[in-house]
């Protein structure tokens, strides 16, 4: 069996620490969407599903959950720029608060196209909750309304994070050794 421990650098944010900053981002939810009646979690896959599935049970605000699937980058580590749409969603988002549930914004092209999109479909209100962002890597100015941590540049995988699809099961963030990418 493949060990996927074996292939880590460092360890960037832990379990612990995780799981801390979620239960804060749930508060501020919680508060924020606290009168909605109609409050939507739409996590983006795949990177979006570990952080959503946490996310949604430490927020105490009634919600449902949908889900979206774009593709950006295929194998590699660095962005093509072009946003392909692979799932899309099946109802109506028209008066719902949407809550955009996303795993990490990189240079930020990914959420800029699904933003422009989605407003589209005449969301009442429409937020981003994001667990990662790498600022200096930015190259469209991306409204964060909720952020788990800012990392430095580096490629990072685990908690639904990948590699070539893999790694996305680790329960944290981690830094990969530099020859796993050769
Ligand atoms: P962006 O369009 O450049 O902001 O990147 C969007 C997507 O690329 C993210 O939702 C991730 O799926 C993926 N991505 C960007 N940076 C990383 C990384 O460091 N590790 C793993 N996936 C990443
Ligand atoms: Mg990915």
Same mark, same amino acid.
Request: aromatic share 8%.
């Given at each position: =069996?493949? +060990? &996927?421990?074996? +292939?880590? +650098?460092?360890? &960037?944010? +832990?379990?612990?620490? =995780?799981?801390?900053?979620?239960?804060? &981002?749930?508060?501020m939810i919680d508060t924020d969407y606290g009168d909605s009646d109609n409050l939507l979690f739409l996590c983006i896959l795949k990177g979006g599903y570990m952080f959503m599935s946490d996310l949604s049970r430490a927020c105490k605000a009634p919600h449902v959950i949908d889900f979206m699937a774009v593709s950006s980058y295929g194998d590699s580590t660095t962005s093509s720029g072009a946003v392909q749409i692979a799932l899309d969603l099946k109802s109506s988002i028209e008066g719902w608060d949407v809550l955009i549930v996303e795993d990490i914004i990189d240079t930020g092209l990914t959420l800029s196209y699904l933003l422009e999109n989605l407003k589209a479909r005449k969301p009442k209100s429409l937020k981003i909750c994001s667990l990662l962002s790498k600022p200096v890597r930015h190259k469209v100015e991306i409204p964060i309304d909720y952020l788990g941590f800012e990392v430095p540049d580096e490629f990072v995988v685990g908690y639904g994070l990948d590699f070539a699809q893999l790694y996305r099961n680790l329960p944290f963030i981690a830094v990969l050794k530099p020859e796993v990418f050769s």
């Open positions: =069996m493949k +060990d &996927l421990y074996a +292939d880590i +650098d460092y360890v &960037l944010i +832990d379990e612990e620490k =995780m799981q801390a900053r979620i239960n804060e &981002l749930a508060q």
